[in-house]
């Protein structure tokens, strides 16, 4: 209400210096006359003193209104834009938060773009219609109801003539706003492929350069250019109408304004002031009834923009936090008859598997790529549930866990190593909330076997990561992410293969130090390398998502067709070779 208030009061300020004009020219006609007839007298010195002091005051009343139509316009402007910009930052805050809430299966479905795109672009238009759109409708009402109010009272037939273009002028506009915006949108999309296909060359700037494919992919980036190019030059040849369309149609008006005046004028009908102030109220209609246009191209921009937005804070999280009651994990997990397929793909990951972790034990899980290794991690952490069977934490069903005590309880190394732009120091303590100390960030460096590394480089656990670590090596990538886990002491500990990158040897210091961290603490390590799991309490070997084998190291070795044996025997061989290389 507020808004509408100050829009009101300052198109009211807006309408005074068109009506102080209007006076002041009927003024100015009606003293020359008098001014004449005292020709070469002192009385004709002491009359132009007084039409000097009046055309000041004239100009003082214009500026005065003017100053108070730009006030009351900045009050405006403080109430509606800063109110759309407020929604803008809620509704943006809004998506982030539910964006975080979906569950992993979500981000599978959905590409990173479409959803960057909803929380800016989509966000952005929407609040053009909350903020600009709604300001210039309001003023378009009011404005027109002002000023046709007035104009009807000086000239019914000269108003006609006057607003006539008007209507033609408002339909044109948004005729070629439509045109503009969707040659816009156009321009977004390949500004869209642009920045993908820049972001994807950059990342894989190792890979390009490995291949020598430099000139291929400056090539390609060069016609997507060119694309980006004939799109914009469509697009200012179709604007390079818009502004003369303006400017005939507005000088009609005008035109109009003139010839009609100038006969109601020489009929006596009205006077040459009101010529003027119909002049000057037709620029001040002209943009109110230009922006018809372009706040009904707005509001179509940003009812699609909403519905985007709406599909997905409408998509409701399948997983969901229970419970806010604080827990604390001791540590035992058992896996009872688990099935799980993946919803899009219809891909069998597992089959009726089961087993038990004891609180305080380590469990190994080995078999070769696609076997479903990596997707009881995902269930371990509850990224999915079930499609079939059950998991318990300390006997407690999984689904009745507060999912935050849960997975605050877990040290989790992912199969592909993530690190966030930002330095290393950041990076390893990123799993804590509060008591970082720089002591246990050094430490757990040590225990990851990459406090060496780090202390070599220029500004130690100062450096600064590029975008996903591309600055280091993937084993580097691998250590910082297990030191990451292990920094901030969980109760249970889960690997997923995160010893891919690294030596032997260092795979062995690695394994050594987490052999001392581990006493106490649930371990789960899941590999493919038969070195990384046989100091486990228990391993199971997995293939199809089904348990094909299980038992210590030793047991397994004595089984003399098991994928357990194969697998360590061909796995010494290659080590082997790769030793007589050496």
């Not at 009908?269 to 003027?276: A, F, H, R, W």
């Not at 990538?477 to 690294?502: N, W």
Request: glycine share 6%.
């Amino acid at each position: 209400m507020a808004g509408i208030l100050f829009i009101t009061v300052s198109n009211l300020f807006a309408v005074y210096p068109a009506q102080i004009t209007r006076i002041a020219i009927d003024y100015v006609a009606e003293s020359n006359q008098i001014h004449q007839q005292f020709d070469a007298s002192n009385l004709q010195q002491i009359l132009f003193k007084n039409y000097t002091h009046v055309f000041l005051f004239f100009l003082l009343l214009i500026l005065g209104s003017t100053l108070l139509k730009g006030l009351f316009m900045f009050f405006m402007r403080q109430t509606i834009i800063v109110m759309s910009r407020l929604i803008e930052y809620d509704l943006k805050n809004e998506i982030f938060n539910h964006y975080q809430q979906l569950e992993l299966g979500f981000y599978k479905r959905n590409n990173t773009g479409d959803l960057m795109a909803r929380i800016s672009e989509d966000v952005s238009q929407v609040r053009m219609y909350i903020g600009p759109a709604i300001m210039y409708s309001i003023n378009l009402i009011v404005t027109f109801v002002l000023v046709i109010s007035i104009m009807l009272s000086i000239s019914p037939m000269l108003t006609l003539y006057v607003i006539l273009p008007l209507p033609f002028l408002s339909i044109g506009v948004y005729a070629v706003s439509s045109v503009i915006n969707k040659k816009s949108e156009g321009i977004q999309r390949q500004i869209s492929k642009l920045s993908s296909f820049t972001q994807e060359a950059f990342s894989g700037i190792r890979v390009l350069k490995a291949f020598n494919r430099e000139d291929s992919s400056a090539k390609a980036f060069e016609e997507e250019s060119k694309k980006y190019k004939f799109l914009s030059l469509d697009l200012v040849r179709t604007d390079a109408v818009f502004q003369p369309l303006i400017i005939i149609l507005i000088g009609l008006s005008t035109l109009l304004t003139i010839y009609i005046g100038g006969l109601q004028t020489i009929n006596g009908q009205i006077s040459i002031g009101n010529i003027v102030e119909f002049v000057l109220y037709v620029n001040m209609l002209t943009w109110p009834v230009t922006a018809i246009g372009w706040v009904t191209s707005i509001i179509q921009r940003a009812s699609a923009s909403q519905k985007r937005i709406n599909e997905f804070l409408q998509t409701k999280p399948q997983i969901v936090n229970p419970t806010e009651d604080k827990m604390e994990v001791k540590g035992k997990v058992e896996f009872k008859n688990v099935n799980f397929t993946y919803e899009d793909s219809n891909i069998k990951a597992l089959q009726n598997v089961s087993f038990t972790i004891e609180a305080g034990e380590s469990l190994a899980i080995i078999g070769k790529t696609g076997s479903g290794k990596s997707t009881i991690a995902s269930l371990f952490c509850r990224m999915y549930d079930t499609s079939a069977g059950q998991i318990f934490i300390d006997n407690k069903n999984i689904k009745e866990w507060n999912l935050n005590a849960l997975r605050s309880s877990i040290g989790y190394v992912p199969q592909e190593a993530f690190l966030f732009s930002d330095t290393i120091a950041n990076n390893i303590a990123f799993g804590l909330k509060e008591n970082i100390q720089k002591e246990n960030i050094e430490q757990a460096a040590k225990d990851a076997a990459i406090y060496d590394n780090i202390t070599n480089f220029p500004d130690g656990f100062n450096t600064l990561v590029g975008e996903r670590g591309i600055t280091l090596s993937g084993g580097q990538k691998q250590r910082i992410s297990i030191a990451r886990a292990i920094v901030k002491q969980p109760q249970i500990l889960l690997f997923d293969d995160c010893l891919s990158a690294v030596d032997t040897e260092t795979e062995d210091t690695i394994l050594k130090n987490l052999a001392r961290l581990m006493k106490g603490k649930t371990t789960l390590i899941i590999s493919h390398r038969v070195s990384s799991v046989k100091q486990a309490s228990h391993i199971i070997v997995l293939d199809n998502g089904r348990i094909v084998e299980e038992g210590s190291h030793s047991k397994l070795l004595f089984n003399n067709n098991g994928f357990y044996k194969q697998l360590y025997e061909a796995q010494l061989m290659e080590d082997d070779a790769l030793k007589s290389k050496n």
